[in-house]
């Protein structure tokens, strides 16, 4: 068995559409060559919503890149003063958005109810989700981290059904403490987590859980991701700061491709 292997570059706030065009269209031209070694890997970026009309020129179904909005509203139209949902960033080209990253529930009010209503809306949109769960230091010191992210993965997905999800629900675990710190997790407690998060959605959702794609997030670059990748059960990663550079994201795209996959039932 293997799960599809993502690589996702989340820009956050950073290329206006000018740049956003050179690095996707420089991204676009290297995936074919970058993403193949022993395994495929699925390549996307996440630019501003100012910057998607300029990414999408680059992207499928033109070239292999996927497009992806960092956020999403969650309802399709209405009085919503600076929403927007996910009819119109499928207008705009994006197979699908991240949903709940740290930075929107740290800063923004993304409560896990509004996280919970935002993945429903893009999942019944037909979109893929990118749902990023996390803990804080506080919580890794205390050893709770496992119970606050089984908490927030299983409001996140409570009354969804894997029929309704299908594969287009992508898992990314970033530890906060690890997000824009130089400070990555190690390893093995990226992949002990993600050995938690698989057996939490094996017991809730059968074989669907097994199939699920679990990214890592969290300072990566392109000489730590063929060592994460290679302890085990990480199907790829959602990258910050280290994607906003073009060769630096098809570093760890290649990284990732060649590592030596290990993937637990
Ligand atoms: P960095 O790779 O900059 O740590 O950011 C990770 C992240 O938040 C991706 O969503």
């Known amino acids: 068995m293997s799960r599809a292997m993502w690589v996702i570059g989340n820009w956050k706030q950073h290329h206006l559409p000018e740049a956003a065009m050179t690095c996707a269209r420089t991204i676009a031209d290297g995936v074919a060559a970058a993403s193949a070694g022993a395994h495929r890997v699925s390549v996307g970026v996440a630019p501003p919503y100012l910057s998607l009309a300029a990414a999408r020129t680059a992207c499928r179904p033109v070239s292999d890149l996927w497009l992806f909005a960092q956020d999403v509203g969650a309802q399709d139209t209405g009085a919503h003063t600076g929403e927007v949902g996910p009819a119109m960033i499928a207008h705009a080209g994006c197979s699908g958005s991240i949903v709940g990253h740290s ?107 097994s199939d699920r794609s679990i990214l890592y997030g969290g300072s990566v670059k392109p000489d730590n991701a063929g060592a994460l990748v290679a302890a085990g059960d990480i199907d790829g990663f959602l990258v910050g700061g280290a994607s906003l550079e073009a060769p630096s994201l098809l570093a760890i795209v290649r990284a990732t491709a060649t590592a030596p996959v290990v993937q637990a039932p």
């Open 103 to 209: 930075e929107r529930r740290a800063d923004y009010g993304d409560t896990d109810g509004l996280v919970r209503r935002k993945l429903h809306a893009v999942l019944s949109a037909g979109l893929h989700a990118v749902l990023c769960v996390g803990e804080r230091l506080e919580s890794r010191d205390a050893g709770t981290h496992e119970s606050v992210v089984l908490t927030q993965l299983s409001l996140a997905l409570s009354d969804l059904s894997p029929e309704l999800v299908g594969p287009r629900l992508i898992i990314a675990y970033e530890p906060v403490w690890a997000i824009g710190t130089g400070r990555t997790a190690t390893g093995e407690q990226a992949a002990a987590m993600h050995r938690c998060i698989r057996g939490w959605l094996g017991q809730t959702w059968a074989t669907a859980g």
